[in-house]
């Protein structure tokens, strides 16, 4: 069974960054889709940003211009830079990873991510 560890959270002002990072321990593959999701108490978990299956990226409306993924094959890592922070991004970011030919989806333990002056 995959495991995911995610790392970088924390509290921030708003305008300011942070980069999440997300570690497998074991060898991801190119089809699966890795990223990243967050939720605030009393909400649904959102996916923020994720590699897609084919190898693009996907980033919800919310973020774009904002955050960026990116991923390190070799170290089956998987990064979110998040910029330019707002209040509204307060949340707890859960690591994402989709074995799509499994059909299985893991999920890391969260990180939390406060944004506030």
């Known amino acids: 069974q995959v495991q995911l560890v995610e790392s970088g959270g924390g509290l921030v002002q708003p305008g300011g960054s942070l980069n999440l990072s997300c570690a497998a321990s074991e060898r991801i593959s190119s089809r699966d889709m890795m990223g990243w999701s967050r939720q605030v108490p009393g909400k649904q978990r959102e996916l923020v940003a994720t590699?897609?299956?084919?190898?693009?990226?996907y980033l919800a409306d919310s973020v774009k211009g904002r955050f960026t993924i990116s991923r390190d094959a070799a170290k089956n890592t998987v990064d979110l830079q998040m910029n330019v922070l707002k209040p509204e991004d307060t949340a707890v970011y859960y690591c994402r990873l989709v074995n799509t030919y499994e059909g299985v989806v893991y999920w890391g333990q969260g990180t939390q991510v406060t944004v506030s002056s």
């Open positions: 590699f897609t299956s084919g190898g693009s990226t």
